[in-house]
Nanobody
Framework: QVQLVESGGGSVQAGGSLRLSCTAS????????MGWFRQVPGEERNRIAM?????????EPSVKGRFTISPDNARKMNTVELQMNSLKPEDTAMYYC????????????????WGQGTQVTVSS
């Protein structure tokens, strides 16, 4: 069973930076896609950044230009990092890592593997 372990969350003032990391264990073949969602209490979990084994990358418009996602391997990923710059109070949320080894599931936004989440809090 693949496990995703996240690290790097915390508290920061507006304008600051944080770097999140997600590592997949027991995933010898790597993942076709890995990325990040975030969720605020009472709201849906939203995809904010995702990288795919065909080297394409998705960013949610509100984070584009501020966040950068980078995998350890372009085509079969085991680790993905999210560099978050120019953080805003509205970036406050629980951040979840997601991954899947299937190209089909990835492209249909069906992710088999999820992390436990790491809290990011941005104060004004």
């Amino acid at each position: 069973q693949v496990q995703l372990v996240e690290s790097g969350g915390g508290s920061v003032q507006a304008g600051g930076s944080l770097r999140l990391s997600c590592t997949a264990s027991r995933s010898p073949g790597g993942n076709f896609c890995m990325g990040w969602f975030r969720q605020v209490p009472g709201e849906e979990r939203n995809r904010i950044a995702m990288v795919y084994g065909d080297t394409s990358i998705y960013y949610e418009p509100s984070v584009k230009g501020r966040f950068t996602i980078s995998p350890d391997n372009a085509r079969k990923m085991n680790t993905v990092e999210l560099q978050m710059n120019s953080l805003k109070p509205e970036d406050t949320a629980m951040y979840y890592c997601a991954a899947d080894g299937s190209r089909s599931r990835c492209l249909n936004r069906l992710y088999e593997h999820w992390g436990q989440g790491t809290q990011v809090t941005v104060s004004s």
